[in-house]
C-alpha cells in the first residue's frame, strides 16, 4: 500500500463520517491524518515503528493501528463497514466539486437523489432544490461541475493524451532555470496504452531548484485549474479536460519513482510480491534489502530500470509489457523476446486512394510510401457494397488493376505496388466480387463494414465464412470498434484465430490510432496459435501512413517480434505468402 492509497482512504472516512453527521473531532482525525500522511517523505510502511505501533507525529495511536491494519493485510474492516453503512450515490456524489457530504446527503433524504445522474435530471427538471438552499448560481455551477465531472471522468486516445504530454514536458524542459535532472512521461501513456485515463510525469529535481520549478509548472498555459498543489505531488487538469499527475523526487529517487510510477499497478504488485520472498523491498523510494531483523535500510543503487530488474536477475522489461501478463516470470528465465521495431517494417499494406474515400491519389501514396522508404505498397480501396465510400465496381476494379499494371513499370527497381481491395463482407460472409474478379489480385483484405448487430454467433460464423474464402488474405479490424466512441461488434475472437490458423488466414492490427483492433491482448493469442498479423494504416492521405507507428506500440504490447508480422517480410517473400495462402485454401476445399 503506498501512502497515497493509505491517505484517500482516510479522506473517504472522513467523508463518509460527515455524510453520518458524526462528531466533529473524529472527523478531523481523519483529514487531518490523511494530510500528514500526503506529505510524507518516505513510504510509511519504513517508518520506524516503537512497540509494533508506527510512530508519525499527529497520528494516535488508534489510526496508528488502522495504518498496520492496512499495510498488512492491504484492507481495513472499518472502512470497508463504513462504505457499506452509506447509499452509494451519496459516495458517487460527493465527487461533484461543490457538493460537501451534509448536501449530499440532503439531497439524498429530501429529494431521493442517489447519484450524479439523478442529480442532473433533477436540475433539468426543475425540481425545487432552491427551497432547500441551493441557490440559482449553486445550482448553475453543480450542472457544470456535473458537465465536467462527465467529460473529465473518460479516458483519452493515446494519440490526443500523447501530444498533450509532449507539449507539456518539453515546456518544463525548457525552464530558464537550468535544471539537473530529468523528466519523464510514465504511466499508461509510457506503456503506449490504446487509452489512458491522465498523463502521469516523473520529474527529478534539486531541492533548490523546486520552487521554480513548481512556478514554472503552474504556469502553463494549458492548464484549465490546479487540483492539487504540495511539496513533491501535483495535480492539474489542462483545457482538454485531461489530468495531469506530477511527481517531484530528489535525483537518486528518479529511477524508482519512474518505474513505480509507470506501474502498471498489476505489474508493480507481482513484481513486490515475488521479491518480498528474497527480502527485498521496493516502492517508488527505492529498493531495500532486509538485511535481517526486519531492518530494510539497506538501499540498492541502481542507474537505470536495466539495472533495477537485473537486481533481481530478470531482463529489461520493456514498458509496453508491463501489464502483469506473465512478463516477470519471462524476464526471471530470459525469455523476453526481442519486440518488432518500426524500422522492420519493410512495407505497408491497406491503403485507400481517391479511386475510393481516399484523399491522395494512387500515385501520391506510392509516393509517400516512397519517400518513407518502404519497398512495397498494398492498394485496397472500398469494394462495391461500400457505396457510401464510394465503392469500386468490378469493372473500375479492373481499371485499376491496369493502372497499377503500368505503375509498376515506372517504378521498378524502387517500389513494388500491390493490387488489392478491401472487400465487404456481406451478410452471409460472402465476399463482394466473383472469384474471377477476385484472383486478378496480390491481395485481399475483408472486413465487416455493415449489419453490425448481429449475435455473436452469427458475426463469428460470417467472418470464418470469410475466412474459408480461398481470395481472402487477411481479415481487416476484427471488431469494427472505434475507441471511446463505438463498441466493436461481438465476435469470438479466440475462435476465429482457430480459423485463421487453420485457413493461414492474415489477420490485420489496424493501426488507425481510434481503431487499434486487434486488442493487443489477443495478439499473444494469434502468434501461439501462429497466425501472422499485418500492421496496417488503413491510411486515407499520405500522411496517415504514420499510423503504422501506433499499430507497432501495440504490437509490442501483444509480444510481437520481428517474424509474427507480415509486413516486414520482402516484396518477394509476401508474392510467396500470398500465393501459398490461395493454393492452401483452393486445394482444401
Ligand atoms: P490510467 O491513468 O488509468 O491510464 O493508468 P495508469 O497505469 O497510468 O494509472 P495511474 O495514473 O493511476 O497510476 C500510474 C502508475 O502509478 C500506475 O500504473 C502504478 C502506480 N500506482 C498508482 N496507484 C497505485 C496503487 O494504488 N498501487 C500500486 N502498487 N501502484 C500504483
Ligand atoms: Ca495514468
Ligand atoms: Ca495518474
Ligand atoms: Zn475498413
Same mark, same amino acid.
Given at each position: 500500500m503506498t501512502n497515497s492509497e493509505i491517505a484517500g482512504i482516510f479522506e473517504q472516512i472522513a467523508e463518509i463520517l460527515e455524510i453520518k453527521a458524526e462528531n466533529s473531532f473524529k472527523i478531523r482525525a481523519y483529514s487531518n491524518a490523511a494530510r500528514v500522511i500526503n506529505s510524507l517523505g518516505e513510504n510509511i510502511s519504513e517508518v520506524s515503528k516503537e512497540d509494533g505501533?508506527?510512530?508519525?507525529?499527529?497520528?494516535?495511536?488508534?489510526?496508528?493501528?488502522?495504518?498496520?491494519?492496512?499495510?498488512?493485510? +492491504?484492507?481495513?474492516?472499518?472502512?470497508?463497514?463504513l462504505v457499506k453503512s452509506v447509499p452509494q450515490g451519496i459516495l458517487e456524489l460527493i465527487k461533484l466539486r461543490g457538493l460537501g457530504p451534509k448536501k449530499a446527503n440532503m439531497l439524498y433524504k429530501t429529494f431521493h437523489?442517489?447519484? &450524479?445522474?439523478?442529480?442532473?435530471?433533477?436540475?433539468?427538471?426543475?425540481?425545487?432544490?432552491?427551497?432547500? =438552499?441551493? =441557490?440559482?448560481?449553486?445550482?448553475?455551477?453543480? /450542472?457544470?461541475?456535473?458537465?465536467?465531472?462527465?467529460?473529465?471522468?473518460?479516458?483519452?486516445?493515446?494519440?490526443?493524451?500523447?501530444?498533450?504530454?509532449?507539449?507539456?514536458?518539453?515546456?518544463? /524542459?525548457?525552464?530558464?532555470h537550468k535544471l539537473s535532472g530529468e523528466i519523464m512521461i510514465a504511466g499508461s501513456l509510457r506503456r503506449k496504452m490504446e487509452t489512458v485515463g491522465d498523463i502521469d510525469i516523473v520529474a527529478s529535481v534539486e531541492e533548490k531548484d523546486n520552487k521554480a520549478f513548481i512556478e514554472r509548472f503552474l504556469n502553463y498555459d494549458d492548464i484549465l485549474r490546479v487540483e492539487s498543489t504540495g511539496g513533491t505531488k501535483l495535480g492539474v487538469v489542462l483545457k482538454s479536460g485531461i489530468h495531469v499527475d506530477l511527481r517531484i523526487v530528489p535525483d537518486e529517487d528518479f529511477v524508482y519513482a519512474l518505474h513505480h510510477f509507470t506501474g502498471s499497478k498489476l505489474h508493480n504488485e507481482e513484481l513486490r510480491t515475488l521479491e518480498k520472498k528474497d527480502g527485498y523491498k521496493i516502492s517508488e523510494y527505492g529498493i531495500f534489502k532486509d538485511e535481517g531483523a526486519g531492518n530494510t535500510t539497506g538501499r540498492v543503487r541502481v542507474a537505470n530500470e536495466a539495472e533495477f530488474y537485473n537486481v533481481f536477475r530478470m531482463q529489461f522489461i520493456p514498458p509496453e509489457l508491463? *501489464?502483469?501478463?506473465?512478463?516477470?516470470? !519471462?524476464?526471471?528465465?530470459?525469455?523476453?523476446?526481442?519486440?518488432?521495431?518500426?524500422?522492420?517494417?519493410? +512495407?505497408?499494406?491497406?491503403?485507400?486512394?481517391?479511386?475510393?474515400?481516399?484523399?491522395?491519389?494512387? *500515385?501520391?501514396?506510392?509516393?509517400?510510401?516512397?519517400?518513407?522508404?518502404?519497398?512495397?505498397?498494398?492498394?485496397?480501396?472500398?469494394?462495391?457494397?461500400?457505396?457510401?465510400?464510394?465503392?469500386l465496381t468490378g469493372s473500375d476494379l479492373k481499371s485499376q488493376i +491496369?493502372? &497499377?499494371?503500368?505503375?509498376?513499370? /515506372?517504378?521498378?527497381?524502387?517500389?513494388?505496388?500491390?493490387?488489392?481491395?478491401?472487400?465487404?463482407?456481406?451478410?452471409?460472409?460472402?465476399?463482394?466480387?466473383?472469384?474471377?474478379?477476385?484472383?486478378?489480385?496480390?491481395?485481399?483484405?475483408?472486413s465487416v463494414h455493415s449489419k453490425f448487430n448481429m449475435p455473436e454467433f452469427r458475426m463469428t460464423e460470417r467472418i470464418i465464412n470469410a475466412i474459408k474464402n480461398p481470395y481472402t488474405t487477411m481479415i481487416g479490424h476484427l471488431t469494427g470498434r472505434l475507441l471511446l466512441e463505438r463498441k466493436g461488434y461481438g465476435v469470438d475472437v479466440p475462435k476465429i484465430l482457430d480459423y485463421a490458423s487453420k485457413y493461414r488466414t492474415i489477420i490485420e492490427l489496424n493501426a488507425n490510432p481510434k481503431r487499434l483492433d486487434i486488442d493487443w491482448r489477443y495478439i499473444k493469442e494469434a502468434i501461439s496459435k501462429s497466425v501472422l498479423i499485418s500492421?496496417?494504416?488503413? !491510411?486515407?492521405?499520405?500522411?496517415?501512413?504514420?499510423?503504422?507507428?501506433?499499430?507497432?506500440? &501495440?504490437?509490442?504490447?501483444?509480444? !510481437?517480434?520481428?517474424?509474427?508480422?507480415?509486413?516486414?517480410?520482402?516484396? +518477394?517473400?509476401?508474392l510467396r505468402i500470398f500465393r501459398d495462402i490461395r493454393n492452401y485454401k483452393l486445394m482444401s476445399k
Open positions: 505501533l508506527i510512530n508519525i507525529p499527529g497520528i494516535g495511536k488508534d489510526l496508528s493501528l488502522k495504518i498496520k491494519e492496512l499495510l498488512d493485510t +492491504g484492507h481495513l474492516v472499518y472502512y470497508d463497514e437523489i442517489n447519484g &450524479i445522474d439523478d442529480l442532473y435530471d433533477a436540475i433539468l427538471s426543475n425540481k425545487p432544490l432552491k427551497a432547500h =438552499g441551493f =441557490g440559482e448560481k449553486t445550482i448553475e455551477n453543480l /450542472k457544470k461541475s456535473i458537465e465536467e465531472y462527465r467529460a473529465f471522468s473518460q479516458r483519452f486516445l493515446y494519440v490526443d493524451a500523447l501530444e498533450q504530454a509532449l507539449a507539456f514536458v518539453s515546456y518544463l /524542459k525548457n525552464t530558464p508491463r *501489464e502483469g501478463a506473465g512478463e516477470i516470470e !519471462a524476464a526471471s528465465n530470459h525469455a523476453i523476446p526481442e519486440l518488432v521495431e518500426e524500422r522492420d517494417l519493410q +512495407g505497408i499494406f491497406h491503403v485507400h486512394t481517391t479511386y475510393t474515400d481516399g484523399k491522395d491519389s494512387l *500515385e501520391e501514396m506510392v509516393e509517400a510510401s516512397l519517400k518513407s522508404g518502404y519497398k512495397y505498397i498494398g492498394i485496397s480501396d472500398h469494394s462495391v457494397s461500400a457505396y457510401y465510400a464510394n465503392g +491496369g493502372y &497499377i499494371d503500368g505503375l509498376n513499370n /515506372k517504378y521498378k527497381g524502387k517500389i513494388k505496388i500491390f493490387k488489392g481491395i478491401e472487400s465487404d463482407i456481406l451478410a452471409d460472409g460472402k465476399l463482394d466480387y466473383d472469384d474471377e474478379t477476385l484472383s486478378m489480385l496480390d491481395f485481399v483484405i475483408a500492421i496496417n494504416p488503413d !491510411a486515407h492521405n499520405a500522411s496517415s501512413l504514420y499510423f503504422v507507428h501506433y499499430g507497432v506500440n &501495440i504490437a509490442k504490447k501483444g509480444w !510481437a517480434t520481428k517474424s509474427d508480422i507480415l509486413n516486414t517480410r520482402s516484396a +518477394g517473400d509476401l
